[in-house]
């Protein structure tokens, strides 16, 4: 799985949105300078050029400000958001509405679901308890009672962000299930979902890396711009890491464990 770049801008966005709630993020300057209080998040390849629309090997450089008609509001903004992001070090990167590829079907004769038509669709669950779009409908025929068997897709990174798997057997839960050490998973739904199960998510926002932020700067002009604001800028430079050390850890040890006993 890749982070695309609307997906990153989203995520600088998002924790701006956190770190300054209540006022105005606009993604657009032109809207941004015609309003006032107004935050404005900016993707730029330098603190010099313009907005790009590519982020190259994993490096972003981003460009906050802050317009405002008061000056000691607009340096108090920066102030804090310079603050928050120096404390942090690391700013959520996610992965927007991603929807997880639809998994396989095959029929088996045990299980005590009815014979008949049944729709199945699967979502992935991130390390943050987030939950992916569910994947396209898969339809698969019971000729007789029984179960059916799923073989759900292993992602191009392997583990990825998942740390299980949730089934909709006609748009109710049936069951969730965790992939094993090398991100491979399949199971069996066999029963019909519980009354008032719930239904898959209809918006995502998953947790797939971390920005890493290598270096931040603030400065608050002291003079009005051409519409009478003052403006205060936060600028970063991050790179993209793989999430929390610990989770991946722990990951390395189940690859191990399952190698050796292989042996």
């Known amino acids: 799985m890749s982070l695309d770049l609307v997906s990153q801008i989203k995520s600088i966005m998002r924790f701006v949105e956190e770190q300054c709630p209540g006022i105005p993020l606009q993604t657009e300057k032109s809207q941004a300078a015609t309003l006032a209080p107004a935050l404005l998040a900016e993707h730029v390849r330098s603190q010099a050029a313009p907005m790009m629309a590519t982020a190259q090997q994993d490096i972003a450089y981003w460009k906050i400000t802050f317009f405002s008609p008061d000056y000691w509001a607009s340096k108090k903004v920066i102030g804090d958001l310079k603050d928050a992001i120096q404390q942090l070090r690391e700013i959520p990167a996610c992965l927007f509405d991603f929807s997880f590829p639809a998994p396989t079907g095959a029929t088996a004769t045990d299980g005590h679901l009815p014979a008949g038509v049944y729709r199945l669709q699967v979502t992935g669950v991130g390390r943050d308890g987030a939950e992916s779009l569910p994947s396209q409908p898969v339809d698969v025929t019971l000729a007789e009672p029984g179960s059916i068997r799923l073989t759900i897709p292993r992602l191009e990174h392997g583990v990825g962000p998942f740390v299980s798997y949730r089934v909709y057997l006609g748009g109710a839960l049936a069951g ?4 094993d050490a090398v991100g491979n ?22 947790l797939e890396r971390f920005f890493y932020v290598e270096d931040v700067q603030a400065v608050t002009f002291g003079e009005r711009n051409e519409l009478g604001l003052f403006e205060g800028i936060v600028r970063l430079k991050t790179r993209l890491t793989i999430p929390k050390r610990a989770v991946f850890a722990e990951k390395v040890a189940q690859v191990s464990a399952v190698v050796a006993a292989t042996k």
């Open 176 to 179: 969730e299930v965790e992939q």
């Open 185 to 206: 998973t399949s199971c069996q739904v066999a029963d019909l979902p519980a009354n008032h199960a719930a239904a898959p998510p209809d918006t995502s926002v998953l």
